[in-house]
């Protein structure tokens, strides 16, 4: 490891990219830690090296004039013949993408904070005119008290210059999954493509998942332009609605629709009447999550599928005589027993009562096309109910939804395989069955029980 980077003595590596590595530094003109990028030039690609000296220089330029509590200063920045180098404000904490998985997710109170604070960022180098560009979860950094800090101007764009003369504007820069509609179509950008990035950066914080997925970068391309994100409330049911029409306005596709500045995206998250959660709701969010973890019916599925279930899923207490499902509703929510029992019925006759771990609704969410309800299912105690909407399912990753699929389907077999048994009961003997007698019985619940004794 280098010992010294110009006048700054190394400590440590922080971070490593594909251009730049960044370390822990010691300022000794200012007493101070610093974090230092430093950028090597190769000879072996003089047009990258070329490209790179340009956005680093672009970078030191950009970041010196930008004095903003929630934005990395820039203290020194130096280009030599091989390399580069960046001494910058040390932000003692970690970038966002720490949060953004769906089993790491921040109570919500936090989150609004967090926004807030950049959309102001923003706002304030928009006065200076610059826009970032590379807005996305690696480029801000969260110290302590959920203070943001965003980093890396080096794709930053300054609208004081010229574009047609100005080198440091380079097409298709920034990451495809952040970037707005107008900038993946090589479109002029002014701030409100940085307002977009944070829509989506804010709809991911908020939910676990991207607004736009795709197994491949043409088809991502194609619904960043011409899609609709989810509604936030129909992949996190806990979140309030007052957020869907912010999100909405963050990440509209017309220009004009979208918030015109940072200040007007900021005031509205601070108006909106959403709940507030305390620190305390993720140590409850971990204890849901083992409750789901003990389950048999979860049993193979994966800790970040379980993680899915918990965000698109409401936890329902219901006390005794609450009817879950009725016959003739239509819908295809459906869910699982958590502790307690229901009763199913039809046409008034006992079918069977369930218990713990076992499926509700499970018919009408795995028929295509009719979601026409046959049975009344019925609470014969206090019973915890994890209720899934099917559209907020479809919206969760192609894993968890072919999972929950298969042991639903593998639910409904045995059941199947019960009544066949109970049918059969009450049927005449088989040809050529002598060796066993069928018995049946009746439950307590009314339901029907079959046992096979041997003569």
Known sequence: MMETIGKYRVIRELGKGATATVYLCDDPDAGRQVAVKLIR?????AAMSRRLRKLFQNEGMVSKRLDHPNIVRVYDAVVEDDYAYLAMEFVDGVNLDDYCRIDKLLPMHRVISII???????????RQGIVHRDIKPANIMIGPDDE???TDFGLALNLNKDLDRDSTFIMGVGSPAYMSPEQIKGYPLNQKTDLYSLGVLLFQLLTGRLPFRANNQ????YRIINTDAPRVTDLNPSLPEGLNPIVRKALEKDLYSRYKNGAEFAKDLSSVRYQILEDDQVAADHRRFETLRKLDFFTEFENIELWEVLRIAIWRDLGPNVAIIREGERNKVFGLILSGQAQVSVDGRVLCTLGTSEPVGEVAFLHPSDDQRCATVITTERTVFL????SALGLASEELVSRMRDHLLARLIKRMREVNKVAA????????VTEAAVLTQTRPDGGLKLELTPM
């Open 41 to 45: 030039f190769g000879q072996d690609n």
């Open 387 to 390: 209720e899934i909407n099917a």
């Open 425 to 432: 009961a009450h049927s005449e003997q088989a040809v050529g």
């Open 218 to 221: 043409a088809t991502l391309v």
């Open 116 to 126: 807030f604070k950049c959309c102001m960022a923003l706002d304030a180098a928009y």
């Open 148 to 150: 943001p800090k965003i």
